[in-house]
């Protein structure tokens, strides 16, 4: 990447540093003549070529970044921070409350399991690497939150000397925002994750704001949600599978899609339309996480008594001990467990466990990012590969359309179309490259805007046009 010309005040450029050909590692870089602001700093996820670059050094000095601003807590959003503090990053991290809360369990979360991957690697000798270690620790992650400083909705904020910034509400999870900066009247938006207008949990995300540029998420830009409710979806699928005397192990995102799954399932047995079996969430996170629904009652559609019919009608499961006494009983029964891509977690002891029986279900609840596990099942396999083990996938893998909290491509296009005005180009990243290019073409088509689909490290002149990073920079 070139070098900043601190001669130039009026100088504002966009870098792409992640989430190009892939929904994970989130990371915009945004530089001025003086300052330098990353926009998300997330982790890669799925194959093995995007996972290395968590190890790689960082495109740029980390010491040379001035701030980060957070679109949200979702680790493909947050988890690379506390090694880019590692590596010398000193700044602020901008971000709202409600993110803050989330990355103060996700965080922790991460460097733990980490740590334990590494220590079990260790143990069965399954890690090319000798001794393999994690990525960050636990304490690290923990002191990464010192660096946090949160703001409002709405509220305008200096993100970095020459760059005001605000954050509006995007529905998606607790917290989420699309970021808005303004450098010398020019103006770029960052999506993030756009929510779904109908969510049961979150509310509609709020229009665009008048932007010159805008960098939005695609994640489901080549496909449409099915029509029909996750509740129906649920009662089908749940019905069948616990009639059987079978176990349903729901890989789960902890933050969001969890709390959706819980929600349903309870109201489900509430109105007896789904045998009342046990209920287990084995996720310490994601238990965490629902108690933060109490805290941010007002940015939710969840009140008092849904949270508490969730509550009654879930076990929670807390210890490790726990967690493998779970694995010796029988169904019926329904586990939620992180993570919701199958690439971490306690959820893999179960699918260990539940997947080569046939009479059990695995109910996939998310977009599955190739090269995960989840993908594999998604695909049809019929073996996985855990902890250096194939283990035989017999279980119906069922996909849930309808528990995406992504919005799918006509809701993409609506929420753009609700801009003010129309954007110089919008860049479509944060989806696989099929998705991002089908985007392009209907937003091409339908609103007649400039879009592109950036590749990894692409750089963008905000006062002009787009230029290829310079290779070995």
């Known amino acids: 990447m070139a070098a900043l010309s601190a001669g130039d005040p009026s100088r504002f450029a966009l870098t792409f540093l992640g989430a190009n050909a892939t929904v994970t590692g989130s990371r915009h870089m945004v530089e001025t003549g003086n300052a330098r602001l990353l926009v998300d700093c997330g982790l890669f996820q799925g194959y093995k070529q995007l996972r290395l670059r968590n190890w790689a050094s960082f495109p740029v000095d980390p010491a040379s970044i001035d701030a980060v601003v957070l679109t949200h807590a979702h680790l493909d959003h947050s988890g690379y921070l506390p090694r880019l503090i590692r590596e010398g990053f ?4 901008w971000c709202t409350d409600a993110t803050r809360a989330l990355c103060g369990i996700l965080l922790p979360d991460s460097g733990r399991l980490l740590e334990e991957e590494a220590g079990y690697a ?18 690290e992650a923990r002191a990464c939150l010192e660096r946090f400083r949160t703001v409002p909705f709405e509220q305008h904020f ?4 020459g760059i005001q910034a605000f954050l509006k509400n995007q529905g998606h999870i607790l917290g989420a925002a699309a970021v808005t900066l303004d450098h010398g009247g020019i103006r770029i938006t960052f999506s993030g994750d756009i929510g779904r207008p109908n969510d049961p949990i979150m509310p509609a995300p709020a229009p665009p704001a008048e932007s010159d540029w805008i960098v939005c998420e695609s994640t489901y830009g080549d496909r449409h949600h099915p ?10 699928t749940l019905s069948s599978v616990l009639g059987r005397n079978g176990v349903a192990v729901i890989p789960a995102f902890a933050v969001g899609r969890a709390q959706l ?19 287990y969430l084995n996720s310490p996170m994601a238990t965490d996480v629902t108690d933060l629904y109490h805290r941010y009652a007002g940015q939710h559609r969840l009140d008092a008594g849904a949270l508490e019919n969730m509550r009654r009608m879930t076990r929670l499961v807390r210890t490790a001990e726990e967690s493998k006494a779970l694995n010796r009983k029988k169904g019926p029964m329904i586990i939620v467990s992180a993570a919701g891509m199958l690439t971490g977690g306690r ?6 466990t539940f997947a080569p029986d046939p009479r059990n279900a695995i109910l996939l609840s998310g977009y599955q990012a190739g090269g995960t596990r989840g993908a594999a099942l998604a695909s049809g396999a019929k073996s996985v590969r855990i902890y250096g083990q194939d283990v035989s996938v017999n279980a119906e893998v069922i996909t849930l359309g309808a528990a995406s909290a992504h919005a799918d491509a006509d809701e993409i296009l609506t929420w753009l179309d609700a801009a003010p005005r129309q954007p110089r180009a919008v860049f479509l990243v944060h989806g696989e490259s099929g998705a991002s290019d089908e985007l392009r073409k209907r937003i091409e088509r339908e609103l007649h805007w400039d879009a592109r689909v950036p590749e990894y490290r692409d750089s963008v002149d905000l006062r002009h046009k787009l230029t290829k990073a310079a290779k070995g920079d």
């Open 90 to 93: 000193r700044g602020p991290i």
């Open 122 to 139: 260790n143990r069965i000798g399954s890690s090319r690497h000798h001794p393999a270690e994690p990525l960050y620790t636990e304490k």
């Open 158 to 161: 200096a993100a970095v000397p």
């Open 227 to 236: 029509p029909g409710s996750l509740k129906n979806e649920l009662e089908s």
């Open 261 to 279: 799954l819980l929600h349903t399932i309870a109201e489900l047995q509430q109105d007896g339309a789904i045998p009342d079996t046990p209920v």
């Open 347 to 352: 959820v893999l002891h179960h699918l260990t």
